[in-house]
C-alpha cells in the first residue's frame, strides 16, 4: 500500500521559514515524479515544485519561485519543500503526491495523495 506522509507544517510569521518532508512507503521512490501542492480555504489546489523521476528537471510556480526549493534524498525516500521569506498569502495546506512518470503541473494526473500539513503564516 503506498503512503506518503507530510511533516513540517506549522505556525510562524511572515519572512520565517520552514522545510516540508514527505516520506514514501510502499512504493518505489526511486524513479519516479514528484510534486507538491497546496490549497488555501476556498480556493483550488494549486501547483508549486516538481521534481522529474530522474531527478533532472526541477519546475516552480511563479509564485513561489526564488523562494521555495523542492529536493529529494533517495536514500531516506523523502522530498523536501524549503520554504523561505514565507508570507500570509502562503497559508494552505500543502499536499505531496506522485506519479509513475509524471512530473507536471496538473494535480489531477497524480496518482498518489500525502494527507497534507498546516502552513500558517502570522503577519
Known amino acids: 500500500q503506498v503512503q506518503l506522509v507530510e511533516s513540517g507544517g506549522g505556525l510562524v510569521q511572515a519572512g520565517d521559514s520552514l522545510r516540508l518532508s514527505c516520506t514514501v512507503s510502499?512504493?518505489?521512490?526511486?524513479?519516479?515524479?514528484m510534486g507538491w501542492f497546496r490549497q488555501a480555504p476556498g480556493k483550488g489546489r494549486e501547483f508549486l515544485a516538481s521534481?522529474?523521476?530522474?531527478?533532472?528537471?526541477?519546475d516552480y510556480a511563479d509564485s513561489v519561485k526564488g523562494r521555495f526549493t523542492i529536493s529529494r534524498d533517495n536514500a531516506k525516500n523523502t522530498v523536501y519543500l524549503e520554504m523561505n521569506s514565507l508570507k500570509p498569502e502562503d497559508t494552505a495546506v500543502y499536499y505531496c503526491a506522485t506519479h509513475d512518470w509524471y512530473s507536471g503541473s496538473t494535480w489531477t494526473v497524480y496518482s498518489y495523495w500525502g494527507q497534507g500539513t498546516q502552513v500558517t503564516v502570522s503577519a
Open positions: 521534481l522529474s523521476r530522474s531527478g533532472m528537471s526541477i
Open positions: 510502499g512504493y518505489t521512490f526511486v524513479g519516479h515524479g
